[in-house]
């Protein structure tokens, strides 16, 4: 099953929202675990909307498989022999948004991650979180409350790292983000050329993970991308030209609750088929 393209009715793993009970008082340089928040936690909740952009790039081939698969691609090419896995960098910035009384917008922040040579049971590798400094201690409550609902999978890990700038442009024709200035992580993409007219390819109606609403992926190649400050007991890595993408989404309280429900009663059910693909999606 992969939880990127599934309808919500069919997630099966309802044990594991990604967690996003961490502590706030994060001490610079330290890094968090999040930790599971069962479904049940979700009432009594700040009310909550997202509108979010991405810089996205993996290191898949242009289309990157794991959207209609259980398994990413092998990576033969890239000097790793026959490995499956799907190393992934993601640049966000907030569009709009609110947690309660805080307003979201203009908040960065990144993802790095690994989803690992197989999610056919439901658990992807890891996945790093970390925010630019200038997003306030109310505005990452905000955003890490959403993240599991964005995100509906179970990670072997899924952690909060130390403060880094996170710098963040894009135009029709290219899109770049760095963190720390690119000596932590960085992403460079180019549109591809092939396209009928002068506006961008774009995929529509596929779903992102776990947002009931995009505006379409606008393919781009990868010039670079890479990961040079990782979690502990994982390796840097980087990749030249593979999957890459730029993406919004939008996301509230409401299609969280929807979400949880329809969780929930699928739990009450047989396991079901996987409602119209077996693939992933980051």
């Known amino acids: ?44 909740r700040p009310e909550w909307a997202l509108n979010m952009t991405a810089i996205e790039a993996c290191s898949c081939p242009m289309f990157c498989p794991c959207y209609f698969n259980t398994s990413p691609a092998s990576h033969s090419g890239h000097g790793e022999g026959e490995m499956h896995f799907c190393l992934f960098n993601m640049a966000w910035k907030v569009n709009s948004g609110h947690h309660g009384d805080t307003n979201l917008a203009g908040a960065k922040f990144w993802i790095s991650g690994d989803l690992g040579d197989s999610w056919s049971d439901g658990e992807m590798e890891w996945a790093h979180v970390r925010f630019d400094p200038a997003v306030t201690e109310a505005q990452r409550k905000g955003i890490l409350a959403a993240l599991p609902h964005l995100f509906p999978a179970k990670w072997k890990s899924f952690t909060v790292g130390e403060d880094a700038a996170v710098e963040w442009s894009a135009t029709k024709d290219r ?54 400050q990782t979690p502990d007991g994982v390796k840097p890595y980087e990749f030249k030209n593979s999957n890459g993408f730029m993406i919004t989404v939008d996301i509230n309280a409401d299609d969280a609750a929807k979400a949880a429900a329809a969780r929930e009663e699928a739990t009450d059910q047989p396991a079901a088929g996987h409602g119209g693909g077996d693939g992933m999606g980051h």
């Open 1 to 44: 099953m992969n939880p990127r393209t599934m309808p919500g009715a069919v997630r099966v793993v309802s044990f594991i929202l990604v967690a996003v009970v961490a502590s706030f008082a994060l001490a610079q340089g330290q890094q968090r675990t999040v930790r599971p928040q069962s479904a049940d936690l979700q009432q009594d």
């Open 175 to 228: 899109a770049v983000a760095k963190l720390a200035g690119g000596e932590a992580a960085e992403i460079t993409l180019n549109r591809v050329p092939q396209s009928n007219t002068e506006e961008a390819v774009v995929i529509h109606n596929l779903k992102y993970w776990g947002a009931p609403r995009n505006d379409g992926f606008v393919l781009m190649t990868t010039e670079h991308h890479a990961t040079k």
